[in-house]
């Protein structure tokens, strides 16, 4: 009886050391981290939304809401909106999978995420830093972070130059289907005057009277070649289109303003 307690014990042992070996045998399954689109993606390759009228979102619009204990209020409607805050961005972890309001993340896509706006809203983002703008659909639910107002696609992050930041300040605007984006006047001490260096913007005209300047840039915008600005420099309201980083892109808007019967832009950099 002794021996075969003894052998019982043993194989005791030995079937807890093979479950232990077996247990670490397994390949480890981690969160996958988030980051950018490994597809090449650039700045100019992501469109602006555009705003049409549609109804809420099935999803997503449940009010009020609990996130990590604490409540959110779904506002009544987005009219009006317009705030300034910091904004992040996420990427690749997120891609594919579904957001609050059901349609599935794009990170090429110009969307953002947002913790009270009614599902869909479209809505112009302004990087206060550089004064790149992109017009996003914002159809999910975020961030929860108590510091950050909007979370933006890797697409729309692009566009606004901040992804290497991961962080930018922000003026958040809600657009309504048909609407036209401002005219929005800069000086040359900040706004969009302190754009990146490497950024080339389109000059559409100048004059000594800002109402001369935002006769043009209403037309300019009719006309639809956004987004337009006006920069009080050197006593001088100009109106400039961009920036853009993009050659490309640069001869499409030059080559269109012609054909729809403006003067020929030149191009002028930050400080022109």
Not at 16 to 32: G, I
Not at 42 to 63: F, I, K, M, Q, T
Not at 164 to 179: C, K, M, N, Y
Not at 229 to 234: F, K, L, P, Q, Y
Request: charged share 20%; aromatic share 8%.
């Amino acid at each position: 009886m002794k021996t075969l307690r003894l052998l019982t014990g043993l194989l005791a042992v030995l079937v807890v050391a093979l479950l232990v070996s077996c247990k670490t045998d397994q390949p480890r399954v981690e969160e996958p981290t988030d980051g950018p689109s490994l597809t090449g993606l650039r700045a100019s390759d992501v469109a602006d939304a555009v705003p049409v009228a549609e109804p809420l979102a099935r999803y997503g619009n449940h009010s009020p809401y609990e996130v990590f204990g604490k409540k959110y209020f779904v506002l009544p409607t987005s009219e009006g909106y317009h705030e300034k805050g910091i904004a992040s961005w996420y990427g690749s972890k997120f891609h594919g999978r579904r957001t609050s309001s059901g349609e599935p993340y794009d990170m090429h896509l110009a969307t953002a995420a947002h913790k009270t706006l009614p599902l869909p809203t479209y809505a112009e983002v302004t990087n206060l830093e550089n004064g790149k703008k992109v017009i996003v659909k914002i159809n999910d639910r975020g961030p929860f972070k108590h510091d950050r107002l909007i979370d933006l696609s890797y697409g729309a992050a692009l566009r606004l130059g901040m992804t290497g930041t991961g962080t930018a300040r922000v003026d958040v605007r809600v657009i309504e289907p048909g609407e036209a984006p401002p005219v929005v006047t800069y000086t040359a001490s900040g706004g969009a005057s302190s754009a990146d260096s490497t950024a080339t913007w389109l000059q559409a005209g100048a004059y000594g009277k800002r109402e001369g300047a935002e006769a043009l840039a209403r037309r300019l915008q009719q006309a639809d070649l956004s987004p337009v600005s006006i920069h009080d420099i050197g006593n001088l309201f100009r109106v400039w289109l961009g920036p853009y980083n993009s050659s490309s892109e640069i001869e499409s808007v030059i080559n269109k303003a012609i054909e729809l019967g403006f003067e020929r832009p030149h191009r002028v950099k930050r400080g022109s």
